[in-house]
């Protein structure tokens, strides 16, 4: 029997590997894609991290930048590749889990789309969401003969060059893909409320300095709605420069869609090329389904802890116990708890004390 399988070799997959092994048990690592970076190749190509070098490394293994560099897309998937290579952990490639059953005896039974039967004692969904982007829908969408795209489907702006776009959303992604599409399109970014700015700097320091010095980043999500109360938007100035010189329009969301038209809330109507969603991503996690260990969708869990199923656990979820839970600088401290509650399991803790 496998003592852990982790499903997903992205940051969090790999750094529940890590601290796996820290636990002297011995991981399995199960990665649908090729190479075992996750998701992050397959961001937009102009993607940046708003966090510098010292803050965007996984435990054990710092980011080869200078320390006050913003690493790109391509320097992150070269990092991770380089922090897989440091574990003692078996990865296995392009391989899929479809299914999990829980085993009447102990354990789990995981099935693969190659035919593996994989028999583990713990299982880490570390799935992430890129998979699982969430489209909204609206009245006429059907009939709409412009194209409808996630975020997830945009790379780069040159594809839409001379077109009339909509972004919808109002999180990072949305205002850094409307602000770059600017250039080439007629852009308006359509939310449902003012975009609500966080200065990237602030008193000479990045703001990641701040969020982890002061420990922002550890406040938990009950917590921090009292203090944020909605999506925040890194800033250097430059997004907000351009909402207040028209740079770039913002709109409330429109109401419906027509054959290639869009209907705005106050009733005009505008010819629409493409309407980009940047409207977030929910857990990917089909492959618990019929494990019963989700809610329309969602895992039940307690900081990253099954509530259905001794034995599985999480990392990776957005606001999983913290600001920083799913985030390269983040991650490990929900790996550290989680996988504390796992290697008990697995060493059939309850058993050895006499339960």
Do not use: C
């Not at 945009?154 to 205002?175: C, H, L, W």
């Not at 007629?186 to 320091?205: C, E, K, M, S």
């Amino acid at each position: 029997m496998i003592d852990a399988l982790v499903i997903g070799a992205g940051q969090s997959g790999l750094t529940a590997a890590h601290t796996l092994t820290d636990r002297n048990l011995n991981p399995v690592v199960l990665e649908a894609g090729p190479d075992p970076v996750g998701s992050w190749p397959h961001y937009y190509d102009s993607l940046t991290l708003f966090s510098p070098a010292q803050h965007s490394s996984l435990a054990g293994l710092d980011f080869p930048a200078d320390p006050d560099h913003y690493p790109h897309r391509d320097e992150v998937v070269d990092y991770l590749r380089r922090y897989a290579k440091t574990l003692d952990a078996d990865i296995r490639t392009n391989t899929t889990v479809t299914t999990v059953e829980a085993q009447p005896e102990e354990g789990f039974l995981v099935h693969t789309t190659d035919g593996q039967q994989l028999h583990t004692a713990g299982i880490v969904a570390a799935t992430g969401s890129f998979g699982n982007p969430h489209l909204p829908e609206l009245p006429g969408q059907d009939q709409f003969s412009g194209k409808i795209l996630h975020v997830a489907d945009y790379r780069s702006p040159e594809d839409y060059t001379g077109q009339r776009v909509i972004v919808v959303g109002a999180g990072n992604s949305a205002v850094q893909v409307a602000y770059e599409l600017a250039d080439h399109a007629t852009v308006t970014l359509a939310t449902h409320n003012p975009i609500n700015f966080l200065p990237q700097h602030r008193d000479g320091h990045d703001i990641h300095h701040w969020l982890v010095s002061t420990g922002f980043d550890q406040l938990p999500p009950e917590w921090l709605i009292r203090y944020v109360g909605g999506t925040l938007v890194m800033d250097t100035g430059d997004y907000r420069h351009a909402l207040t010189t028209a740079r770039i329009d913002r709109r409330p969301v429109f109401t419906s869609f027509d054959t290639d038209t869009i209907i705005w809330a106050d009733g005009a109507v505008e010819p629409v090329d493409t309407v980009l969603f940047a409207t977030g991503y929910r857990p990917n996690l089909d492959y618990l389904t019929g494990l019963g260990a989700l809610a329309d969708g969602y895992p039940l869990h307690s900081a990253g802890v099954s509530t259905t199923h001794p034995g599985l656990v999480y990392v990776g979820l957005e606001f999983q116990r913290s600001f920083s839970s799913n985030t390269l600088r983040g991650v490990h401290r929900d790996a550290e708890l989680v996988i504390t509650a796992l290697a008990a399991h697995i060493n059939r803790a309850p058993a050895k004390v006499g339960l």
